[in-house]
């Protein structure tokens, strides 16, 4: 089988999966996805959607953004600079998880007030985005205040 462009993710989740110290079934398990499916996407064989990135982000502790950026899911470029700072307020151990939320909030709220439009999130997600699949509808964007 060919593989796809997801190499860099499937790198990138099986070095994340290693700093975490798990083995690919400890977090298949963790995720709730299937041994098999998660080591294709590791191997660049599979391309994972949005809501299997949330659920393997979530696994692993570490931001959802940054994996729907190496999956192709959100824009580089455009949101580049919004996902690395959420990335890093979330990513960071020494805030506990209000901490963390609010400065989201402030951020977003002065990326709002610059005419800059933030990443629409879901208010049960932990701080994660909440991102449709492809050729779903979205509806109107919304931001966190």
């Known amino acids: 089988m060919a593989s796809l462009n997801v190499g860099n993710l499937g790198d990138y989740l099986r070095e994340q999966r290693r700093n975490a110290k798990l083995s690919l079934r400890q977090l298949a398990d963790a995720a709730g996805v299937s041994n098999p499916y998660l080591s294709q996407i590791e191997r660049g064989l599979r391309k ?12 692993l502790r570490i931001s959802a953004e940054t994996l729907y950026v190496r999956a192709g899911i959100l824009d580089a470029e455009r949101d580049r600079d919004e996902v690395e700072t959420r990335a890093v307020i979330l990513a960071d151990p020494t805030l506990t998880e209000a901490q963390k ?28 985005t909440d991102i449709p699949e492809p050729g779903g509808d979205a509806g109107p964007q919304q931001t966190a205040s």
Do not use: C, H, M, W
């Open 101 to 128: 939320q609010a400065l989201l909030q402030i951020y977003e709220s002065f990326r709002k007030e610059n005419g800059f439009e933030t990443v629409r999130e879901s208010p049960a997600d932990d701080g994660r």
């Open 48 to 59: 994972p959607s949005a809501e299997v990135l949330q659920q393997v982000a979530k696994a």
